[in-house]
């Protein structure tokens, strides 16, 4: 059965360094989303795309992130400068349509800034 | 403030006991309702799913949903619960704003006890 992948599963940074979190979407999905879920708290929005864009961002998706679709295969989420508050667990999600589906999930990158 | 609202957030039962979670959303218009579930070390996967028609709809490994749009309520039951239950249990919701972005709830733990 197809599935959402993420790498890595968990990711260790300092204050102020990049990260560029991967995630391989179910091959003939055009949606794609990332979630993340700071500890204890819910699963929050960040931000959904399609077309090489962005169609929704939530208001915690400030300057310091960035998503790309670099090839055929990849979704990545970028941020620019981690925060302490950037720690959380980060979740991408696709869908093959826009009309209204299940979302499939990625196991998750656990993010953990020091 | 538009928001999905979990009323348990720990439940501890014993196996053959009825479960049900509650769910609660304060959006108004259509909207799409979704239970997901995240067994320990697992992604989230979806369990039921409700966009229209019958309110009463069934999901996977016996769960079932009741959609009270007068309460605006989506409560998961199942009849009796097995030890395999435990997990995360997150109600969702889709605002149907033209695109999937999913508004969860903050989770619901439970413990299912043998």
């Known amino acids: 059965e197809p599935e959402v992948t993420q790498t890595p599963s968990h990711q260790v940074t300092q204050m102020g360094q990049e990260v560029i979190l991967r995630c391989v979407p179910i091959?003939?999905?055009?949606?794609f989303y990332w979630y993340r879920q700071i500890l204890g708290q819910k699963v929050e929005f960040l931000v959904s795309?399609?077309?090489?864009?962005?169609?929704?961002k939530s208001e915690i998706f400030d300057d310091q992130f960035s998503v790309e679709r670099p090839d055929g295969s990849n979704f990545t989420l970028k941020i620019r400068s981690t925060k302490l508050e950037d720690s959380a667990m980060y979740f991408c999600?696709?869908?093959?349509?826009?009309?209204?589906?299940?979302?499939?999930f990625g196991p998750g990158t656990r993010l953990t800034v020091l | 403030a538009q928001s999905v609202s979990q009323h348990n957030h720990h439940v501890i039962l014993s196996e053959a006991a009825s479960l049900e979670l509650g769910c609660n959303y304060s959006y108004g218009g259509t909207v799409n309702l979704f239970w997901y579930v995240q067994y320990p070390g697992q992604h989230l996967q979806l369990l039921l799913k409700y966009f229209s028609g019958d309110p009463l709809v069934k999901g996977i490994k016996g769960f079932e949903a009741e959609f009270i749009k007068s309460k605006f309520s989506f409560n998961l039951r199942k009849p009796s619960v097995q030890w395999s239950d435990t997990a995360e249990y997150f109600c969702a919701v889709n605002p149907y704003t033209g695109f999937q972005k999913l508004v969860f709830g903050t989770g619901t733990r439970l413990l299912v006890s043998p």
């Open positions: 091959s003939n999905h055009l949606y």
């Open positions: 999600a696709s869908t093959q349509r826009e009309s209204i589906e299940e979302q499939f």
């Open positions: 795309f399609y077309n090489n864009e962005i169609s929704e």
